[in-house]
């Protein structure tokens, strides 16, 4: 028996009907009727043999009443549409039909027959004969049903490419859900049971399946065994801590994946395409497991700043600033520019932008902001109301090799979009700064802390000597989830290759933000700033980079350090261990939002400062690295170079 199954299995059989697409409602239809015609031959040889219809009934009236039995029964099943489901997918909605049908026949008949008796004397079908067929006819009816679905599950289970598949939570998203996969055609996944954290769970059942109490020992000795995958629902994604309550899965290389909301009720009832819900059914990514509250911002204040207004988006094609201009438009500016020299992302940008925000007004600007005559001719042409500033180089290793560079982007192009922004009569600039700034260890934070100083210097000025002035506003945060270049995006091209991840250092931490976090915090913190200030984000707890990678290669469906290794390169120049928001100099005041806080830091008079960063671009423009960095370091005394070659300069400070 188990050879024959095995050929039926890996023949061609199975594979050829799964190819098929559903039989047609007529067809459906015929194979009933020949079922029912067949339980009423049956009944009637028997019942004619055993002596209980009468033997003396002609072959006409046999007939007669035999078609009659068939008519009437094709009407019932029109009345309760039982062809018009899938065999494969048949459920105890189909069995019920039929059930109804057949017993609506069986009872009419009855009547029918009962009625003529009563007034002709005459009995066209003995009792026995109708109830029989009743039972004979549901019975190879259901069986029909029952051994469709029975052989299409074996085919399909013993199938390398389906997936065993538990829903977590049990409320009504979760079993949409699961209707949801049951009604697929050719599903990946195969539904095997429910998974909920209360103790009682496992004496429920849904949908004729366990549910299980998610605990360490129910995990390990039987939802891992059972299921490969877990499908979270959104609401139940709601309701716990991604980043705590999901790692038991991952630990058990469990794979997660959660579906929209919305999507969960588009099937209407009708068989869904696999393609139709694989798309639905997404990968948990890494950014829902780390622990991040819900950060709420007053949008008030921005739209009656931002409203009706020309706003400036420097580095608009970047992470940050195209997500700037994305959230952007929602407070309905007047004219949004976006300014930066890569060409093709910024074309890419524009399209998204005419494509999801057909009304808003949105102009192309190429420039570098290192090009003073340039960007002087676009101040002039769009004379903008605010200046987001995110334009900056930011990769640290890149930086550390090309400090000129560093210097001429993000200190120079600040300080002419600063004094332009004066000169024009802007009246809010709000540079993006890094947490890379505080207590510098390499030249790319080193660039931005002396881009604060300066800003903050120039407002000082202004405000002591009573001008109207713009407000000069720095935020502050740290990495950036999903941004270009940052290390989520390394880590999933490594793994999609194989591996290995690499990681600089066992025990390097980050703190880790959305990109729309960030940006959201970028527009509240800029509307409520009043000039000078530099303002910090929270940013939740810091991740292990190690622990990050070892997240996602469970989430990839591997096993770390079995599938995909994880090898350690060592700190890269100018890296540290761990980044800071303040250094230990520094202290905060809090806002009304407690996400937003600002640093009280060193004030600088601009006059000395200006000149010190004067004759550090000029060092630039002479292409001097060394000479660049130590005017640097004597800028920021607090910039003490790691893993790079500039450390001698710090060496050489101290013997001095």
Avoid at 93 to 117: E, G, M, Q, R
Avoid at 289 to 310: C, D, F, G, Y
Avoid at 464 to 473: E, H, N, P, R, V
Wanted: aromatic content about 10%; hydrophobic content about 45%.
């Amino acid at each position: 028996m188990k050879k024959l199954l095995s050929f039926i299995r890996n023949s061609d059989i199975f594979s050829h009907l799964a190819s098929l697409n559903y039989l047609p409602r007529w067809a459906v239809l015929i194979c009933d009727i020949v079922l029912c015609s067949f339980s009423l031959g049956i009944i009637y040889f028997f019942f004619l043999e055993a002596g209980i219809e009468a033997e003396s009934t002609s072959l006409i009236l046999i007939l007669e009443r035999f078609l009659a039995v068939i008519i009437l029964q094709v009407f019932f099943f029109w009345v309760f549409h039982t062809y018009s489901g899938v065999l494969r997918y048949s459920s105890y909605i189909d069995a019920t039909k039929l059930l109804l049908a057949v017993a609506a026949n069986t009872i009419s008949l009855s009547l029918l027959n009962l009625l003529i008796n009563a007034t002709t004397g005459i009995l066209l079908f003995h009792y026995y004969t109708l109830i029989s067929y009743g039972f004979l006819a549901f019975f190879f009816l259901f069986f029909l049903r029952m051994g469709v679905k029975i052989i299409y599950d074996f085919y399909i289970q013993n199938s390398e490419q389906i997936v065993p598949v538990m829903i977590y939570g049990t409320r009504s998203a979760g079993i949409g859900i699961a209707k949801m996969i049951r009604a697929t055609q050719y599903s990946k996944y195969k539904l095997v049971g429910f998974i909920d954290e209360d103790s009682h769970s496992n004496k429920r059942e849904i949908m004729g399946l366990r549910v299980y109490d998610l605990n360490r020992k129910t995990m390990e000795e039987v939802i891992s065994k059972k299921a490969k995958a877990v499908i979270v629902s959104p609401l139940k994604m709601q309701k716990i801590n991604p980043n705590k309550d999901l790692d038991i899965f991952l630990n058990n290389n469990i794979s997660i994946y959660t579906i929209p909301l919305v999507g969960i009720w588009q099937g209407g009832g009708e068989p869904l395409e696999r393609d139709v819900l694989t798309r639905r059914i997404k990968s948990i990514q890494i950014e829902d497991l780390l622990e991040r509250p819900e950060i709420k911002i007053s949008t008030e204040h921005i739209a009656q700043q931002i409203n009706s207004k020309v706003v400036l988006v420097t580095g608009a094609a970047g992470s940050i600033g195209s997500e700037i201009v994305r959230q952007m438009t929602r407070y309905q500016p007047s004219l949004i520019v976006l300014m930066d020299q890569a060409e093709s992302p910024i074309h890419d940008l524009k399209l998204e932008l005419e494509h999801d925000y057909p009304e808003q007004n949105i102009s192309i600007f190429l420039g570098d902001v290192r090009n003073q005559q340039r960007m002087e001719y676009m101040m002039d042409l769009y004379r903008p109301d605010f200046i987001y500033h995110a334009a900056a180089y930011k990769h640290v290793p890149l930086m550390e090799d090309n400090p000129t560079e560093g210097i001429q982007v993000n200190v120079m192009g600040t300080k002419i979009m600063a004094d332009l922004a004066l000169k024009y009569g802007v009246k809010r600039f709000v540079m993006i700064s890094s947490d890379k700034a505080v207590n510098p260890t390499n030249v790319m934070g080193a660039s931005k802390r002396i881009a604060e100083i300066y800003v903050q210097s120039l407002f000082l000025k202004n405000k002591k000597q009573d001008m109207q002035t713009t407000k000069f506003i720095t935020t502050r945060f740290g990495n950036v989830l999903g941004s270009n270049g940052s290390v989520i995006p390394h880590f999933k091209r490594q793994i999609e290759q194989g591996g290995p991840i690499t990681v600089t250092h066992p025990e390097i931490i980050r703190y880790f933000m959305t990109i729309p976090e960030a940006c959201m915090l970028v527009l509240e913190a800029a509307a409520m700033g009043e000039g000078g200030e530099i303002f910090i984000f929270d940013m939740g707890r810091p991740v292990k980079i190690a622990d990050l990678a070892r997240k996602m290669i469970r989430l990839s469906g591997y096993v770390p350090e079995q599938d995909i290794k994880i090898i350690y390169t060592g700190l890269r120049q100018g890296e540290k261990l761990y980044e800071e928001l303040l250094n230990h100099k520094e202290t905060v005041r809090e806002t009304h939002n407690s996400k937003i806080m600002i640093a009280s830091v060193r004030k600088y008079d601009y006059d000395d400062v200006s000149s010190e960063i004067d004759e550090l671009i000029r060092y630039s423009w002479l292409g001097k690295d060394f000479l660049v960095v130590s005017q640097m370091k004597k800028i920021v005394p607090e910039f003490i170079s790691k893993n790079s070659q500039y450390e001698k300069l710090d060496i050489e400070k101290m013997n001095a």
